[in-house]
């Protein structure tokens, strides 16, 4: 967000900056939501909705879980959010108290540990590395797994990485969190926009293997609605009645009119629109590794979803933060430094976000190397 501050003022005095350092899509709504949203005016009084959201964007919640899982969610299980960021605080509430441990992987997104820490949680973050995808493995939560340890939470595929934990290591996880009586939070915010597997199927939700974690997901990203504020966290049912009372308590319902939209998300064609952004991004992701070994800069794990590239730039000599800088001043690229996602070994990487257009990213490239090569 700093950098992109300084991107606005050097876009005041007239250049023209290739943001590539915040993480939203530049597609939108589908089109079909767009439309639904225009046609709520006609009918402009909106009253609160039940503080888990319509019934009917539940029920269409589970569906997705339906069609693209093949997974049966009730509809009861399911909160609608003001984006998932509600959905997290909703679930570190209702889940940590004062003084409870718990673990989350660095590098890993900040937000997460705001949220456990304003509950009062101590969160240990425990240093990953490329040979575990940047993400926790088995034998890391096993290792640090204390008295107070209270639970995990783990988003993947990952941000600031755009890599994923192989799902039978996260199963593994989950199970032995299960075992300790820990919960398991798994941010699935990015699911949707991981690769498919070598048969065509999309990623795995965790809910395959274990209905008593809690998944949070959005439709910021897949959906291409960051602006609009909506998400959604799946709980099992002993939990949902505290769901409900906290978010009836922080903000009643989230917004009326972009529910009754959202409804039409889950159309064949809007599904459909969206799977194709997720193509796009692919292409995009490919254009961008290619360009990045070209200009000499080591990407140590290939992303396999998201739109984030987590490059080391250790070989130009900057840490992550000078990179930035000079990156924003001199080659007027807006970038995002590692340093922002942990504490541990982060100084040397700076991250990427692909989720630009193709002429934006070969201009962004284009300029770094340039400036790179003087
Ligand atoms: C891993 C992760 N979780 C949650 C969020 C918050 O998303 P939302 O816009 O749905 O609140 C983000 C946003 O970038 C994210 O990267």
């Given at each position: 967000m700093e950098f992109s501050r300084k991107a606005t003022v050097l876009e005041a005095q007239g250049h023209h900056i290739i943001r590539l350092?915040?993480?939203?899509?530049?597609?939108?709504?589908?089109q079909a939501f767009v439309d639904a949203l225009k046609a709520t005016?006609?009918?402009?009084a909106k009253a609160y909705t039940n503080a888990l959201g319509l019934e009917a964007l539940r029920e269409k919640i589970a569906g997705f879980y339906k069609r693209m899982h093949d997974l049966d969610v009730l509809a009861s299980q399911i909160a609608v959010t003001s984006g998932a960021s509600a959905a997290l605080l909703l679930a570190c509430a209702a889940l940590v108290d004062e003084g409870d441990e718990v673990l989350i992987g660095d590098p890993s997104y900040p937000c997460n540990r705001e949220f456990m820490q304003s509950m009062g949680a101590n969160v240990k973050l425990i240093p990953t590395n490329p040979a575990s995808n940047y993400q926790l493995s088995l034998e890391m939560v096993e290792k640090n797994w204390g008295e107070n340890t209270k639970g995990i939470l783990i988003a993947t595929p990952s941000n600031p990485t755009g890599t994923s934990i192989e799902f039978a290591e996260l199963k593994a996880i989950c199970d032995f969190a299960k075992s300790k009586g820990g919960f398991r939070i798994i941010d699935e915010i990015y699911l949707n926009l991981a690769d498919y597997d070598e048969n065509g199927h999309p990623a795995k939700s965790i809910l395959e293997h274990d209905d008593g974690a809690i998944v949070i997901n959005s439709f910021s990203k897949f959906f291409g609605?960051?602006?609009?504020?909506l998400g959604w966290c799946i709980a099992p049912l002993e939990l949902v009645p505290y769901i409900e009372k906290l978010s009836q308590n922080y903000?009643?319902?989230?917004?009326t009119p972009v529910q009754i939209a959202a409804?039409?998300?889950?159309s064949d064609a809007a599904i459909k629109e969206c799977e194709g952004r997720r193509e796009i991004l692919l292409k995009r992701r490919e254009f961008v590794l290619k360009r990045l070994e070209e200009i000499g800069l080591a990407v140590p794990v290939k992303p396999n979803g998201a739109f984030y590239v987590y490059i080391d730039v250790s070989s130009t000599g900057m840490n992550g933060m000078e990179f930035c800088e000079a990156a924003l001043v001199k080659a007027h690229v807006s970038l995002t430094p590692g340093d922002d996602f942990g504490?541990?070994?982060?100084?040397?990487y700076v991250r990427l976000s692909y989720a630009s257009s193709m002429e934006e990213l070969e201009e962004g490239l284009n300029r770094l190397e340039n400036w790179l090569n003087k």
């Open positions: 350092g915040v993480g939203e899509p530049d597609f939108g709504p589908p005016l006609d009918s402009p609605m960051t602006g609009y504020r903000y009643i319902c989230a917004s409804l039409e998300c889950f504490v541990s070994d982060t100084k040397k």
